[in-house]
């Protein structure tokens, strides 16, 4: 049985990738087929090739698209020839892993055409959506009729500068090395490779907060038009945020950066809150506030008022540098202090309590056990002290660890999706890390399916999968669909909740 059948048209395309393969055929079997040039030949060869192991085909490529360039890696999401497409599932997978050794990837659809494409012909392809053109991918992916499969072509020819120009020529031997360093991750592809059940944690992705928050922006777009400002991160997800920016709004994070318009620029309050300070220096700015504070942030902002007016000294658990913190700090002057973990409970002087009561808050989205440790050590500290209260940690934060925590203890992989920036994703990553029985389950926290290494997926026949309260539901059905791309897959979901909770819309946005 062969675990990785990578087909070439050309010798040189067969030499460049074997030499990059060499080690990876030490400890597994691995077979360079040239199947000649075009789909003729290459239909030919498919016909006797191994009927197991995963099948790549690579080697050079036109580009279609101006924006590739020659030594771009183009990883085909699907192959194209006349009215047939051969989806490429595991694309995303194969790009990251490209892209971390050092290559310039990007995806998208290949088109296979039976001859030298050039001018006219290219530009019509071009239109049809392809970024690149072969003359084999289509009858190898035909060939692979479920298993995994792959085609990576290195660009070596683009629309300004066509093949055989002096500039191609050049490119070639260019090209091979790019080939030679294509190898080993193809072969570690290869090795990730297999059957697989995915446990999907739920409830994950957005909660009511961040839902609202995404909301207020979209209808203040609508409603004002854009600029829309946001200050800060509106919630903490880099696909989130890029694609309001796409629709027209403007983050910044301070509101020192938003300008002066007439009637006020329409600013929108992230999800995590803003202290009095800054609410007070909008409103000298005359803006036009819209305020997507999540409601159980602006709970605990109302406790440490609370707590504060009646003079108590209040210790709140948190990220130090986190915006949710800063607002929280900034609504009890004097009244508050940060304490991030046991030591630093331990180390608050005594004589901050002389004369008064001591509360404690947590941030919302902790690890509810690490919380507790250190609000057991507020309590030693300062026996007598109140709170912090069990809902002080939102019930979307609360329902994702469950949730995770019951994934994380049959899987041999835990893959978070969220941003590192994140502090819901940070955690779950962590609470995952510390979930498994027999060891903790290695637990990954990703942005979305480039960020995933194969090496993570080598054995991992059990895969936990959830994604942060911040993460659109979208990354991780592509994760999902990348995984997918490896080999049959059974996805499983384990709910330990149902959430139905809903936040109106503060009155600025209102239908
Ligand atoms: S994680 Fe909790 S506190 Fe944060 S936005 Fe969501 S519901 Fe609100």
Avoid at 6 to 22: F, N, P
Avoid at 292 to 309: G, I, M, S
Avoid at 319 to 348: K, Q, S, Y
């Amino acid at each position: 049985m062969t675990d990785l059948i990578v087909c070439t048209a050309l010798g040189m395309e067969a030499r460049a990738v074997a030499r990059g393969l060499r080690p990876a055929r030490e400890h597994s079997r691995v077979r360079v087929v040239r199947v000649g040039m075009g789909p003729d030949r290459a239909a030919r060869a498919a016909a006797l090739l191994p009927p197991a192991g995963a099948l790549a085909v690579t080697g050079f490529a036109g580009a279609l698209d101006d924006g590739l360039r020659p030594g771009d890696v183009l990883v085909a999401t699907e192959v194209r020839s006349g009215d047939r497409v051969w989806p490429c599932p595991s694309a995303p997978l194969l790009a990251g892993e490209l892209a971390r050794a050092g290559l310039r990837a990007v995806t998208g659809p290949l088109v296979t055409s039976p001859r030298v494409v050039s001018g006219r012909d290219r530009r019509a392809l071009a239109l049809e959506g392809g970024i690149a053109v072969d003359m084999e991918s289509a009858p190898l992916a035909a060939a692979a009729r479920g298993r995994p499969f792959a085609a990576v072509r290195v660009i070596v020819d683009t629309p300004a500068a066509p093949l055989l120009s002096l500039a191609t020529m050049g490119g070639a031997v260019a090209a091979c090395r790019t080939l030679t360093r294509i190898g080993p991750v193809l072969a570690r592809w290869a090795a990730a490779t297999g059957p697989r059940r995915v446990l999907l944690a739920s409830p994950r992705s957005f909660c009511a907060g961040v839902d609202r928050a995404i909301e207020i922006v979209e209808r203040a777009l609508v409603r004002f038009g854009p600029p829309v400002y946001v200050r800060k991160q509106i919630v903490h997800n880099a696909h989130v945020v890029r694609d309001l920016e796409r629709r027209g709004a403007v983050f910044v994070d301070d509101l020192a950066e938003v300008p002066e318009l007439p009637g006020g620029a329409v600013t929108v309050f992230s999800a995590h809150g803003v202290s009095p300070a800054v609410r007070e220096e909008a409103g000298r700015r005359g803006l036009r506030v819209v305020d997507a504070t999540c409601p159980l942030v602006a709970k605990v902002h109302a406790e440490a008022r609370r707590f504060a007016a009646r003079g108590d000294l209040v210790v709140l658990i948190g990220h130090a540098g986190h915006e949710e913190v800063e607002g929280v700090l900034g609504e009890m002057p004097g009244a508050g202090v940060l304490a991030e973990d046991e030591a630093a409970v331990e180390a608050l002087p005594a004589s901050l309590a002389e004369g008064r009561g001591v509360a404690c808050l947590t941030q919302t989205t902790l690890a509810a056990d690490e919380a507790e440790e250190v609000a057991a050590a507020v309590r030693r500290r300062f026996p007598g002290a109140e709170g912090p209260r069990d809902d002080d940690i939102c019930y979307a934060t609360t329902n994702r660890q469950r949730a995770v925590r019951a994934v994380a203890a049959e899987a041999q992989l835990v893959l978070v999706v969220g941003s590192a920036n994140s502090s819901n994703a940070r955690r779950l990553t962590e609470v995952a890390a510390r979930s498994g029985r027999d060891g903790a389950p290695l637990a990954r926290l990703v942005d979305g399916p480039g960020d995933i290494a194969l090496e993570w997926l080598r054995g991992a026949r059990t895969v936990g999968l959830t994604a942060s309260a911040s993460t659109p539901a979208s990354l991780v059905d592509a994760v999902v669909a990348a995984l997918g791309g490896l080999g049959p897959l059974d996805v499983e979901e384990r709910r330990v909740t149902e959430e139905n909770v809903e936040f109106t819309l503060p009155k600025e946005v209102r239908p």
